[in-house]
């Protein structure tokens, strides 16, 4: 081929860049399913699009088809515009690394790797099945997960490194050659962007240009796929991570240390791999069963600690989540928030079961948390009330023993009570404080008729209270 028919020498080591690229997203075989995302699909299309415009075709002037010929193609690089126009837009749509305000290229590309990719060599890393002790073939070289998982990463690291500027400055020549000067600029200008992200060396915390075995512990700690981005989830047949957690950490929270350092304790020795038990949060309405749990694990996230809210309704799921848990490698909390149930039917003696008595053991990397406002998690009637002694009539001594059954089957319990005036004034001064308000003189005195006039004394009243004095509305009482 000779120089006229290569056109501008500076688009062929582009193209010849773009071929190689191509041949990588082709050869993955463990993380293939990277090639469904959204961001890797673009990629393909833009390069496939950029190898097929031959040289002759992109620097030639534009020159409209002839009736009949090509139709849906007004241009020969109409095609180039689209691409590049949709992999921009899936670019900004990735998801970005925590704290990473940027859209390079090479941090978005793995962070779509870490989200989302589940494959053989990611959940054996996750269970401590392959580390860099253990995981060695019969000749005492890496094993065949290994190996592939080791080419997968090469192939990765050379996709992320493609020069996603110099293939938009590229493109922008080739309008220009053929008189699109305002398209080439707008073009130009988006791949200066780009190359000044590129230049910020943005990469996202990982362990994307390290070997299979750093991959691996990596994994190990943080998790596989959505796992691994995400703390918190609810089961609905089946995973879904809740995107707008609450944010609540140990620090926001004022009072109940007692109550919290039980919680803390049980969850710490269960992170430790000791004996943990299932756990009961029980009391007052408002007293902050449901955000200790919350904050207790949003505190232990980075040491491979996970919360799945399994809704009360939905107990009879609990063996499909059991068995989810039992085949991952991180730690689960199962929160049941506001557990009660309406007497002694099958359900209730279906979530006994399956909490403890069932032919399957509990996995030991998962613990039950569950809150309520009843001690004996169902509604009480006066007919359940025990007979006085003498009477004969042991049946309601019996209902009230299967009421307790399952409370006791939670290794510990913790009563939160309302507070007493003095607990909740210091727990509303907490509150408002940490939201940068300074109690006035009348603050004392709003904040108990606030209790009085709503919901009685709890930190939920008091948050609720500081919540109104935050937005500067006069009280009702005014």
């Not at 915390?205 to 998790?223: K, L, N, V």
Request: glycine content about 8%.
């Amino acid at each position: 081929m000779n120089a006229e028919d290569r056109g501008d020498d500076r688009l062929v080591p582009t193209r010849q860049a773009a071929l190689s690229v191509l041949a990588d997203l082709a050869g993955l075989t463990l993380f293939r399913s990277c090639r469904k995302q959204p961001l890797f699909r673009a990629f393909r299309l833009l390069l496939e699009e950029w190898a097929a415009l031959s040289p002759k075709t992109a620097g030639s002037r534009l020159r409209l088809p002839s009736p009949g010929k090509n139709p849906g193609r007004r241009f020969p690089q109409e095609g180039l515009l689209c691409r590049w126009a949709a992999f921009m837009r899936e670019l900004g749509a990735a998801p970005a690394p925590d704290g990473d305000t940027g859209h390079s290229f090479f941090s978005r590309l793995w962070e779509c790797v870490l989200c989302s990719d589940e494959n053989p060599f990611t959940l054996a890393a996750e269970r401590g099945i392959i580390n860099a002790e253990n995981e060695t073939g019969a000749n005492g070289g890496p094993s065949l997960l290994a190996g592939l998982a080791a080419g997968d990463l090469d192939r990765l690291n050379r996709i992320a490194a493609f020069d996603i500027s110099a293939l938009g400055f590229s493109i922008g020549l080739c309008l220009r050659s053929c008189g699109l000067e305002d398209a080439a600029a707008a073009l130009e200008a988006e791949a200066r962007i780009i190359w000044h992200e590129e230049a910020r060396k943005v990469r996202p915390a990982g362990p994307q240009t390290r070997s299979p075995e750093d991959f691996a512990a990596y994994i190990r700690r943080y998790g596989a796929g959505i796992l691994g981005r995400r703390g918190f989830f609810r089961w609905d047949r089946g995973l879904r991570p809740i995107l707008n957690a609450d944010p609540l950490r140990l620090r926001d929270l004022s009072g109940y240390d007692a109550q919290r350092s039980l919680v803390t304790g049980n969850t710490l020795g269960f992170l430790e791999g000791k004996a943990a038990n299932n756990l009961l949060l029980y009391g007052d309405r408002g007293t902050g069963k449901s955000a200790t749990v919350k904050a207790v694990c949003r505190e232990y996230l980075d040491r491979g600690l996970r919360l799945v809210e399994l809704r009360s309704k939905d107990a009879a799921e609990l063996p499909a989540l059991l068995e989810f848990t039992a085949s991952r490698g991180l730690k689960f909390v199962i929160f049941i928030d506001d557990l009660s149930f309406e007497g002694l039917d099958d359900s209730f003696t279906g979530f006994k079961t399956l909490l403890e008595g069932s032919a399957a053991e509990r996995p030991r990397n998962t613990v039950i948390y569950a809150t309520s406002n009843r001690r004996h998690l169902v509604r009480e009637r006066r007919t359940d009330q025990p007979a006085p002694p003498g009477s004969g009539d042991n049946r309601s001594f019996d209902t009230m023993q299967e009421q307790l059954s399952l409370s006791d089957r939670f290794g510990l319990t913790v009563f939160f009570n309302a507070p007493s005036r003095e607990e909740y004034l210091d727990i509303a001064r907490f509150i408002a404080e940490r939201r940068g308000l300074t109690p006035g003189e009348k603050f004392r005195e709003n904040a108990l008729r606030w209790e009085q006039w709503f919901n009685g004394r709890s930190p939920r009243t008091a948050s609720q209270f500081v919540d109104w004095l935050n937005g500067e509305k006069p009280f009702p009482w005014d």
